[in-house]
Nanobody, 126 residues
Framework: QVQLVESGGGSVQAGGSLRLSCVVSGYTYSSYCMGWFRQAPGKEREGVASVPSDGSATYVDSVKGRFTISRVNTKNTLYLQMDSLKPEDTGMYYC????????????????????WGQGTQVTVSS
């Protein structure tokens, strides 16, 4: 049984930082495509960042230069370091995983991913 468990969300003021974590269990994590998505109230879920097994991360334009996705395969953990947070970053953040290593980039749709975490809430106040 594959499980993804996120943590690290919270409430911060604009300009602050948070680091999200996603621990993966139940499968060989190192070769999989991993991604972070977010969903703001009343909006569709959007891809934020993705990272394939070789570490070549991609980001949605709105977070470039502020967010960093990384993975530590020996710990089966995915991270999202979020700096210079803005109120528009508010939302539920989800990690996602898929065994297909190809076409692993931030613009990939939700349907590309097989497994999802339960989400962690991020709230940024102005």
């Amino acid at each position: 049984q594959v499980q993804l468990v996120e943590s690290g969300g919270g409430s911060v003021q604009a300009g602050g930082s948070l680091r999200l974590s996603c621990v993966v269990s139940g499968y060989t994590y190192s070769s999989y495509c991993m991604g972070w998505f977010r969903q703001a109230p009343g909006k569709e879920r959007e891809g934020v960042a993705s990272v394939p097994s070789d570490g070549s991360a991609t980001y949605v334009d709105s977070v470039k230069g502020r967010f960093t996705i990384s993975r530590v395969n020996t710990k089966n953990t995915l991270y999202l370091q979020m700096d210079s947070l803005k109120p528009e970053d508010t939302g539920m953040y989800y990690c996602a995983a898929d065994p297909d290593p190809d076409d692993c980039f931030s613009g990939s749709p939700e349907s590309r991913y097989t497994w999802w975490g339960q989400g962690t809430q991020v709230t940024v106040s102005s």
